[in-house]
């Protein structure tokens, strides 16, 4: 059964720094995307972070920019998100996402992992 397993997540203060890990269990194709998004109780999932497969082009959505960083190992079909200087507003559920380019939340045959949640106290 392909699926993506997330791990990590937790509850961090104001100013600190989770990392996320979502491993797919069969291998990524070069024309899709993995990436990550999130989401609170009555919000729309957003966008927080993706890479194209094919080239490792990293992207990220503006109000993550300068703190989260999208990286990849390619040889486990992993993808990783490490967050610094985590913010309240930050607070939601993450989830991991894999699925053809551009990988949008409403995008057809994108697969989720089973989400992560993140909470930052202030």
């Known amino acids: 059964q392909v699926q993506l397993t997330e791990s990590g997540g937790g509850l961090v203060e104001t100013g600190g720094s989770l990392r996320l890990s979502c491993a797919a269990s069969t291998r990524t194709f070069s024309s899709h995307a993995m990436g990550w998004f999130r989401q609170v109780p009555g919000k729309e999932r957003e966008f927080v972070a993706k890479i194209k497969w094919s080239t490792g082009q990293r992207y990220y959505a503006d109000n993550v920019k300068g703190r989260f960083t999208i990286s990849r190992e390619s040889a486990v079909n992993t993808v990783y998100l490490q967050m610094d200087n985590l913010q309240p507003e930050d607070t939601a559920v993450y989830y991991c996402?894999?699925?053809?380019?551009?990988?949008?939340?409403?995008?057809?045959?994108?697969?989720w992992g089973q989400g992560s949640q993140v909470t930052v106290s202030s």
């Open positions: 996402a894999r699925g053809p380019w551009p990988l949008e939340s409403t995008s057809r045959g994108v697969l």
